[in-house]
C-alpha cells in the first residue's frame, strides 16, 4: 500500500468538505412525482450488486413502479450467468441508475432486492406475450438525482462524441479472440442471438 493511499474518512474530508444544501437535502426516502417520471421514461438502468454491476434495458417504463417505496425490474434471459441475481441473493443491497438518453441527469435508487418468480409480479411485465424469467423486486431506503456533471463532460449524448466505425471490434470478434474461437463463426453466432432475441419480442 503506497503512502498517497486514502484509509480513512478524516482524510477524505481534508480533501472533499462536508456536504451541503441540495447535495444533502435532495436525498430522499421514497419516489416523488420526479422520480417516479425519471422512471417510467427510462430505458435503459445500470444495477450495482454486492461489488458486481449489470446493465439492463428495454422500453421506457420497462421498470415497474408498485408505489413510493417499491420498483420491480425485470430480468429477461440472456447468457445465463445469473450475476446480479446470486449476488443479490448473497447480499441484498443494491445500487441503481437510472439513465435517459438526451438527459443529462441521472437518477440513483439504493435499497434492498428480492428474486420473484410470482406470476402475479412477472406476467405483466411481458412484452408481446413473452415474460421474464424472474423480476428483481427492489425496497426503495433512498432516492435522488444526481448533477449533470458527468455526462455533460463526457458528452454521452452528443453525435460528434461517437467513436468512429471499425474503432471497437465488434464483440463477436472480441469474444473470439479471448476464447480462441473461429472470428467469423463467432461473429455470425452473436448477431444471430442479438437478432433471435430482439424478434421473439417484436423489437425488429
Known amino acids: ?37 425519471f422512471i417510467a421514461h427510462a430505458p435503459f438502468l445500470v444495477i450495482g450488486t454486492d461489488g458486481d454491476v449489470s446493465p439492463k434495458g428495454d422500453n421506457p417504463g420497462f421498470v ?9 425490474i425485470p430480468d429477461r434471459k440472456g ?6 441475481l446470486q449476488n443479490i441473493l448473497d447480499n441484498p443491497s443494491v445500487g441503481i441508475l437510472f439513465m435517459i438518453p438526451g438527459v443529462h441527469e441521472t437518477l440513483r435508487v439504493n ?35 444526481h448533477c449533470a456533471k458527468a455526462l455533460a463532460r463526457s ?15 465488434p464483440a463477436g470478434r472480441i469474444f473470439a479472440d479471448q476464447v480462441g474461437a473461429d472470428p467469423a463463426d463467432l461473429e455470425k453466432t452473436y448477431d444471430e442471438i442479438i437478432a433471435g432475441a430482439l424478434a421473439e419480442e417484436g423489437r425488429t
Open 1 to 37: 500500500m503506497s503512502d498517497y493511499t486514502v484509509t480513512d474518512v478524516q482524510t477524505l474530508r481534508e480533501i472533499y468538505p462536508e456536504p451541503k444544501g441540495v447535495a444533502v437535502d435532495k436525498q430522499l426516502a421514497a419516489l416523488d412525482q420526479h422520480c417516479r417520471n
Open 64 to 72: 415497474k413502479i408498485v408505489d413510493d417505496k417499491t420498483i420491480v
Open 79 to 84: 447468457n445465463n450467468r445469473m450475476d446480479s
Open 111 to 145: 435499497g434492498r432486492a428480492e428474486i420473484s418468480i410470482d406470476p402475479e409480479i412477472i406476467d405483466p411485465l411481458a412484452v408481446n406475450g413473452s415474460a421474464p424469467a424472474s423480476a428483481i423486486v427492489v425496497h426503495i431506503e433512498e432516492v435522488y438525482l
Open 155 to 169: 458528452r454521452i449524448w452528443s453525435q460528434d462524441a461517437h467513436v468512429a466505425k471499425g474503432v471497437i471490434a
